[in-house]
T-cell receptor, first 113, second 111 residues
């Protein structure tokens, strides 16, 4: 157990809908990272927050957004969902914002029908 | 394109033997590398890391070797066990806060 929690574990929804994925980092960690894992793209970095502020952006679509709250939990919002958004979404956390080990949560499996 | 990749997508190893998983990278600026293990249905689990000022690091039953000259990273697992069956990813950090992952090597341990 990495100490990172994610909810929900599974999510099934329809195209065009909007969902919110939630992540709680390890106790004491200030950085949260979101990754998408699909069969054809592997693990892709989406976005990072550090202590409530966006720090780095990767291959995140404009339909996706995220935020980190004062209690350091983070939410990833996915809107106007398409079939191709079906994937595993992982959250990771680290203590700082620089080059550090990232610890991953168990993921949320999203299926868009 | 992605600079982190693994030489072989699959590796089959006899239980008790040593496993070697390889990874090549192309970005000379990469200064931190991590090996992760991902079991089916779970998130990537940290195994071991190494910084670019080192060429070898050992953990429990695992050793990571870094050859900066040829931009090569390897993970050695001693006395491979059935519980070692998983997908192994190498990841690099280029100092820009994100990790870039390779495609992964699926390790299957034969009894």
């Amino acid at each position: 157990d990495s100490g990172v929690t994610q909810t929900p574990k599974h999510l099934i929804t329809a195209t065009g809908q909007r969902v919110t994925l939630r992540c709680s980092p390890r106790s004491g960690d200030l950085s949260v990272y979101w990754y998408q894992q699909s069969l054809d793209q592997g693990l892709q970095f989406l976005i990072q927050y550090y202590n409530g502020e966006e720090r780095a952006k990767g291959n995140i679509l404009e339909r996706f957004s995220a935020q980190q709250f004062p209690d350091l939990h983070s939410e990833l919002n996915l809107s106007s969902l398409e079939l191709g958004d079906s994937a595993l979404y992982f959250c990771a956390s680290s203590s700082g914002q620089g080059v550090q080990t990232q610890y991953f949560g168990p993921g949320t499996r999203l299926l868009v029908l | 394109g992605e600079s982190v990749g693994l030489h072989l997508p699959t590796l089959s190893v006899q239980e008790g033997d040593n496993s070697i998983i390889n990874c090549a990278y192309s970005n000379s600026a990469s200064d931190y590398f991590i090996w992760y293990k991902q079991e089916s249905g779970k998130g990537p689990q940290f195994i071991i890391d190494i910084r670019s000022n080192m060429d070898k690091r050992q953990g429990q039953r695992v050793t990571v070797l870094l050859n900066k000259t040829v931009k090569h990273l390897s993970l050695q697992i001693a006395a491979t066990q059935p519980g070692d069956s998983a997908v192994y990813f190498c990841a690099e950090n280029r100092g820009d806060y994100k990790l870039s992952f390779g495609a992964g090597t699926t390790v299957t341990v034969r009894a």
